[in-house]
């Protein structure tokens, strides 16, 4: 049977193939795979489907894409680390520009306004979280935080580490996986009422052996840590590093951790005009002083303005490049390659979009929005509104356990009426039992919050 030559994939021209086979001193293709264990190799014809003409192709794409439900055929209340926000229609016309969307990073000699925008959403977001010297976006909130706790073990020279309770569980994992071996993380307890960090656990697990705490406000469950100064305090008497979290979309009303003695600040883009792509658009960032203590321990680029030769002209580019993996390949302290410097572009839109006035107005609606909502569940018999009682941001815990009914079940129930309901937490804090995170934002209309009060009020009274 005659192979056909794909048009699409290099190297098929047998002739082709043949030099390289011999330039590598093999017979063929098949002893490039002989290392690979009998038991593992495959001895049957994949079931590959017929090739599709472009048009077939995006028929059939489209047809399986027509099977999700997205956020704009139901109503949502299911946020846990990716939330639905606002996305103004800006964002998206400058962010798909090609400039800007073809952009790697940018380079001098073929830059067109990369540097300066790049340049511009730091200054935006280091005034936001009232810090000096930001990063160009890592992937997500998760590399951000390890990389931040990373820094600090650098900064020092410890190997032990604390981390609330209350952070995300997936990215505890993504830590814990970009810290070992070298580092050893301690989990700190807390309070099932409140939220809030046990201090006495903390003191007790505290040395001058910890190089870093780390937690994030508003937390995962939604809950604002309100002892951040208390925090820092204990910190500051061991020389430990303070690393915070934190939800950007938040600081409009709420103080950054700046205020409450934070030395390293990390979150997620995400909120900051970003769609929600069935959990992408994530974007992480990372805040410090302006302290050559700090900037030498960023891994990723970091962005200034100079004066150029020409006077009253003025150039952006890389600040302190040569303490890069780009500058120092494999001696580099952390390997930095592909980020997403798109999604920092896109929040730099957002936030000179809203400025302080709109970040305030913006941070009150997400407010009294979610506080109507725990409001109306409180008056259905069997759900309390929020299990925590600590004041909260845009996430709460809502208590089913009295209903008699799994969360999974009530999730069902709201599907059916096409609501998503909240995250089940049973699995991530099985020590709250029935209970879900929900998410209320911007975007919820009263009509949206009354309908799933009417859903769940007829969900647990049947």
Known sequence: MTKKVHPYIPNMVPKVKEEMLKVIGVENSMELYSCIPEELQLKEEMNIPKALTEYELRRHIEGLLKK??????????????????FVPAVCDE????????????GEPYEDHGRFQSLFEYQSLL????????????????????????????????????????????????II???????????????????????????????????????????????????????????????????VVGVDPISLGVLAPPSHYGADIV?????????????SGG????IATRDEETF??????????????????????????????????????????????????????????????????????TIMQNSQYTVKKLNKIAGIQGSRIVSPFFKEFIVDFNETGIS?????????????????????????YGQCALFCVTEVHTKEDMDCLIEALEEIVTK
């Open 68 to 85: 999700n439900i997205s956020t704009n055929d139901y109503i949502n209340f299911l946020g846990a680390g990716c939330w639905q926000h």
């Open 126 to 173: 280091a005034e936001l979280v009232d810090m000096d010297v930001v990063n160009v976006p890592t992937f997500d909130w998760g590399q951000a935080a390890a990389t931040s706790i990373r820094m600090a073990a650098r900064i020092n020279e410890r190997k032990k580490v604390l981390i609330a309770a209350t952070v995300a569980p997936e990215r505890t994992k």
């Open 295 to 364: 900037i030498n321990e960023f891994p990723s680029r970091l962005f200034g303005i100079v004066p150029t030769i020409k006077e009253g002209e003025y150039g952006f580019g890389d600040v302190a490049y040569e303490r890069t993996s780009f500058a120092q390949r494999e001696k580099g302290k952390e390997s930095v390659g592909t980020q997403t410097a798109l999604w920092g572009i896109t929040a730099g839109v957002y936030l000179s979009l809203l400025g302080p006035e709109g970040m305030y107005e913006l941070g009150q």
């Open 282 to 285: 994530q974007a992480g960032f």
């Open 176 to 242: 814990a996986n970009y810290g070992s071996p070298e580092l050893e993380f301690t989990n700190i307890a807390f309070d099932l009422d409140t939220g809030l960090m046990d201090l006495d656990d903390l003191k007790s697990k505290i040395s001058d052996e910890v190089a870093a705490i780390y937690f994030e406000n508003p937390s995962y469950l939604g809950f604002i840590e309100s002892q951040g100064n208390e925090i820092s305090a204990i910190a500051k008497e061991h020389d430990v590093l303070l």
């Open 407 to 431: 969360v999974q079940t009530i999730n069902e129930l709201l599907l059916e009426k096409k609501i998503f309901g909240g995250k089940d937490l049973s699995k991530e804090f099985p020590e």
């Open 266 to 278: 990390c979150g997620d883009l995400q909120p900051l005009g970003m769609h929600m792509n069935y």
């Open 94 to 105: 400058i962010n798909q520009r090609s400039e800007f969307l073809t952009a790697y990073a």
